[in-house]
């Protein structure tokens, strides 16, 4: 007699009962064995969940991504103060990871409001500029005559 839990006992009726014979992928060989990446199986949930891989960096890392793409984040952004807004919020989290570093030193500063906030100028301004010689190029558009002019008009 060998002592069985009560996992081994469930399992074990559960296959004489024959509840594992139809499952779907039987007798095909399991993903990813040949995969030498000891990480397949993160590299496989963030695609499934949609995650960026960029969540699994060192917090200094993200930092300094962001503060290189912050150009083309605060590029869309509807008014001023909305991307001063976003500087400040990067800025405070910088300014929260040189109090308390975690993960590799790495030399960080601070984004400049003033810079970032005339390069979103100047951006806004020639996509302004970009969008009026594009309507200056349109054909106008034909003039709608109204219902009671219609009617009147002779034949």
Partial sequence: MRYESAVEKAIREAVERGEFDDL??????????????????????????????DALLPTPVQLRKEVERLPETVRDLPTEQAVRDLVADLNARIVAYLRAP?????????????????????????????LRRA??????APSRRRWWRRRAAPN
């Fill in 24 to 53: 779907p992928g039987k007798g095909r060989p399991l993903p990813n064995l040949t995969d030498a990446d000891e990480n397949w199986w993160i590299r496989g949930y963030l695609r499934r969940e949609g995650v960026p891989s």
């Fill in 135 to 140: 309507r200056a190029q349109e054909p106008p």
């Fill in 102 to 130: 975690d993960g590799p030193r790495l030399p960080l500063r601070r984004a400049d409001p003033e810079d970032v906030v005339e390069t979103w100028r100047v951006h806004r301004e020639a996509r302004t500029e970009a």
